[in-house]
């Protein structure tokens, strides 16, 4: 009999269809029903249940592949990093990186980014609201005047319009790639919860730059000093763009400092 956990690496693979059924002929009784037939009641609910932990982290993915495309790649992604914890939920971060290298996946150079954004989109799902902007950290503006920026605020950056793409796919299917252009660029996008909604936008890159940099801990004027080093946009242009994406964006919230705060 061999060990456990060889046991279960060989039954593991036996339910993703790496091995035959009868490798198992020498540590399982043998019974009435065959042993494939039995082993495949099980293979059956692993294999729908891995399936289907990844379909809903990766619900653009999923209608992008369609339903058989994205079975194979699941389960050749399953079969290189089995779940090692009971909660299927919290399995699959590795999926969107094994689709960038997977031949299943098709000449879908963008599939990867559009994976990387369902996935960070599923986790601020499982974030706990932000709650009452009291509560957020704030940071001074000089002048009276202190900025915070929602908790759950991520920034993430693509090569492709995964916003567009995630969208049109949701509607129609992979059929509106057709009217997206899908030539790579820098592009910069932010994420957040607005109560239980989650929210998108793209931002510019300076706006990306001040984001990190508060995000980070700096100061706000230490922000505007680094998107300044890295934009080269003159400073009234800078100011304007960061007016216009932070300051006034639906993710950040202004107010009149606290007496003792100025």
């Known amino acids: 009999m061999p060990a456990l956990h060889e046991l279960q690496e060989r039954v593991a693979g036996v339910l993703l269809g790496a091995q035959e059924p009868d490798s198992l002929g020498d540590c399982l009784l043998a019974g ?3 042993l494939a037939s039995r082993l495949a009641v099980h293979r059956n609910t692993v294999r729908g249940g891995l399936c289907q932990a990844l379909r809903l982290r990766y619900p653009s ?3 992008l592949l369609g339903e058989d495309g994205f079975d194979r790649a699941a ?3 399953a079969a290189g990093d089995w779940p090692r914890a009971p909660q299927l939920g919290a399995w699959g971060a590795g999926f969107a990186d094994f689709l960038a290298t997977d031949a299943s996946a098709g000449a879908r150079p963008w599939l990867h980014d559009v994976a990387r954004f369902d996935a960070l989109l599923d986790a601020l799902g499982a974030l706990v609201e932000d709650g009452s902007p009291d509560a957020w950290r704030w940071q001074s503006l000089g002048s009276g005047i202190e900025l915070a920026l929602a908790p759950s605020l991520r920034r993430f950056a693509a090569a492709y319009p995964v916003d567009e793409i995630r969208a049109a796919v949701a509607a129609e299917g992979a059929a509106a790639l057709t009217r997206i252009d899908l030539v790579p660029q820098a592009l910069q996008f932010v994420a957040w919860r607005c ?3 989650l929210k998108t ?4 890159a300076v706006a990306a730059a001040v984001i990190d ?10 922000a505007l000093e680094l998107a300044a080093g890295t934009s080269g946009l003159a400073a009234a242009d800078l100011v304007a763009a960061v007016q216009r994406e932070v300051l006034a964006a639906p993710f950040a919230v202004l107010r009149a400092s606290a007496p003792g705060n100025v």
């Open 32 to 34: 009435r029903i065959p």
């Open 61 to 63: 993915v999923a209608r």
């Open 75 to 77: 389960l050749a992604f």
């Open 195 to 197: 109560g239980a909604t």
């Open 201 to 204: 936008r793209r931002v510019g």
């Open 213 to 222: 940099a508060l995000a980070a801990a700096l100061s706000p004027a230490d």
